[in-house]
């Protein structure tokens, strides 16, 4: 094992958090986690720091590390099962396969509908008003981020908020030791949108693909996933650490 100390960065309002402000969360709101960032750098100021996200959560991570550049505050960061492509990876969880139409899209589409319905009354107090009805029909991430996402956020649609939030074009720009694990058989972050080119060209960037491992998965037993070993043996590199 590896004494790393660990702080968990949730997305607002999630996690049993109550908002406090008309705003939820998207996938490239970077102030959020910056903000984050600059407190733990504050009370730990001589203490490097790994980013690590996971699933949009990693595009968030990986879009703060392109936006920050050579100032990036982190020494490392670490995606794991990233969408890059935010549109591509919304439309892969729109095929009807077994397994978007039964398990993933379901899933995904109920947390976000009860992180709506949690919060629906302190967001009608901010100045952008939304299609109720409309919401109550919601049967789509697509169609969530269309009516909730870009709305709240002062975006045109969704597919302009996948846009400008889609986090491989920053990854040009990034500069500090950075790992991305994905898994060919994902089926919510595809291998096909993985900004390949990018990983040949940017020299602080490795990308480790595996055949398996589907969508934050790699499980080697009920109680510990394969993703977690290289994760720590990275950090460890970074940090100069030996294992207990």
């Known amino acids: 094992p590896y004494n ?4 968990v960065v949730n997305f607002r309002g999630c996690a049993g958090v ?6 939820l969360y998207n996938g490239g709101l970077t102030s959020d986690y ?22 949009l ?9 392109g936006e920050q ?28 396969t077994f397994r978007n139409r039964r398990i993933y899209t ?6 976000l509908m009860k992180l709506y319905r949690r919060h629906h009354k302190i967001i009608e107090t901010g100045p952008v008003e939304l299609d109720v009805e409309a919401i109550s029909k919601i049967k789509s991430i697509r169609q969530f981020d269309n009516l909730i ?25 990034i500069r500090v030791p950075f790992l991305a694990i994905s ?10 949108i993985i900004p390949r080119e990018v990983f040949r060209t940017n020299p602080h960037l490795i990308l480790a693909l595996t055949k398996y491992g589907g969508h934050l998965g790699y499980h080697e037993d009920l109680s510990s996933s394969w993703f977690e070993r290289p994760i720590a043996e990275f950090c460890a590199a970074v940090f100069g650490h030996a294992s207990a």
């Open 183 to 192: 898994a060919m058989d994902d089926p919510v972050c595809p291998e096909s």
């Open 57 to 65: 959560g990693a595009n968030l991570v990986t879009k703060y590390v």
């Open 149 to 173: 996402t870009a709305k709240l956020f002062g975006y045109q649609d969704g597919t302009d908020y996948y846009q400008k939030n889609s986090c491989a074009q920053f990854m040009p720009a």
């Open 18 to 23: 109550k908002v406090t402000t008309p705003v």
């Open 34 to 55: 910056g903000y984050a960032v600059d407190h733990i750098r504050g009370r730990y100021p001589s203490s490097k720091l790994v980013g690590i996200g996971y699933s």
């Open 4 to 7: 790393f100390r660990t702080v």
């Open 106 to 111: 379901p899933a995904m589409l109920l947390g």
């Open 69 to 96: 550049g050579e100032g990036c505050p982190l020494s490392a960061a670490i995606s794991v099962c990233n969408p890059y492509d935010l549109a591509a990876s919304s439309d892969a969880l729109e095929v009807p």
